[in-house]
């Protein structure tokens, strides 16, 4: 359920798929279906304005928004580490009490392109009973037919959705993402990409999770009437590995990967770890150095009841202090010679 969800993509043009319009929520239309989950998130910094939250984000931290299409998204971008807390819903019904008019944006189709799997998809539109069976149906094709995961795929020419499906069926999870979101378009059902991360590792030595650039992913959310935006990741019906151990469980072992990923020197592992929990516990520190945690600095030195007087003249103390040590060493390092 290690689903980080980031950038939201509404747009395609046959080869590169981007956001559409980020329209900050009013009120959203998002119903819990089980109880909410609090934690903090310290973020390194990546220039561009999202957060990533545990999907779905249930709660907007303080300095951020939230789009229309549940983005966490900071009011300016992230240029230096930021940490944050926020509440995630892991069940939920996003905008179920909408109707399909509202999200004609995720019908939308390039002319031009992709004509074999635009007609794949209307017909199973056709011989389908309900939405719920044109998902099984994409679903089954990825099982059943000779697809394959990996990181190193073949190259993809001018049409990459129609020569992914019936030539190469090889790729990694913005393929499937990207040919089902198709897909579901053709057949008539909503869709958008969603990215992000999936999963992370568990740091044995404090107990955080690590998610590094080497769990990033994607996958698709469609619209059902009554039921709201649904997860559909179609990398699970292709590689199961690779969403229930991770990526290092679902690549070929030809496959290129970070350094230290396949390693089995469990000191080398242990060693990292550490390092890990040493980064994390400066950041913790440095990160959350509130006044509250101020005043309890001050009041395990002996500062028992703390104003903002008391700590402007124990400041002027220590760099007193400070100071007349510096003179007294710069005097008795003088040249005699000189006054």
Request: one cysteine or more.
């Amino acid at each position: 359920q290690f689903y980080w969800r980031g950038p939201v993509f509404w747009n395609f043009d046959g080869r590169t798929w981007r956001p559409g319009v980020r329209l900050t929520a009013g009120n959203a239309d998002l119903e819990a279906l089980a109880p909410p989950i609090r934690y903090t998130v310290t973020l390194e910094p990546h220039d561009q304005p999202w957060m990533f939250a545990i999907d779905i984000p249930g709660t907007i931290p303080v300095g951020a928004q939230m789009s229309t299409d549940f983005q966490l998204l900071s009011r300016k971008p992230v240029r230096e580490r930021l940490r944050y807390t926020v509440e995630s819903i892991p069940e939920y019904r996003a905008d179920a009490g909408r109707t399909a008019n509202r999200f004609q944006p995720a019908l939308r189709l390039p002319a031009g392109y992709s004509p074999q799997t635009r007609q794949l998809g209307e017909s199973w539109r056709a011989q389908s009973a309900s939405e719920r069976e044109i998902v099984e149906r994409a679903l089954r094709m990825f099982r059943e037919q000779p697809f394959s995961y990996t990181l190193e795929p073949p190259p993809l020419g001018l049409d990459p959705v129609d020569q992914f499906l019936f030539e190469t069926r090889s790729g990694f999870c913005e393929h499937y993402a990207s040919a089902f979101t198709f897909l579901m378009r053709a057949a008539g059902v909503p869709a958008r990409v969603v990215t992000g991360y999936l999963g992370g590792e568990l740091n044995p030595v404090d107990g955080y999770l690590v998610v590094r650039q080497s769990e990033a992913h994607a996958w698709s959310e469609i619209w059902l009437s009554g039921e709201g935006w649904v997860r559909v990741d179609p990398t699970a019906a292709v590689s199961p590995l690779r969403i229930e151990r991770g990526l290092l469980a679902a690549v070929p072992a030809t496959d290129a990967l970070p350094l230290l990923s396949r390693t089995r020197i469990d000191w080398i592992r242990q060693a990292r770890f550490a390092l890990d929990a040493v980064a994390n516990s400066w950041n913790q520190w440095v990160l959350a150095y509130t006044p509250e945690r101020q005043v309890d600095l001050l009041s395990r030195l002996g500062f028992d009841r703390v104003s903002w007087e008391d700590m402007v003249i124990a400041l002027m103390l220590i760099l007193g202090a400070i100071l007349t040590v510096l003179a007294l060493v710069l005097l008795v390092r003088a040249p005699a010679r000189r006054k």
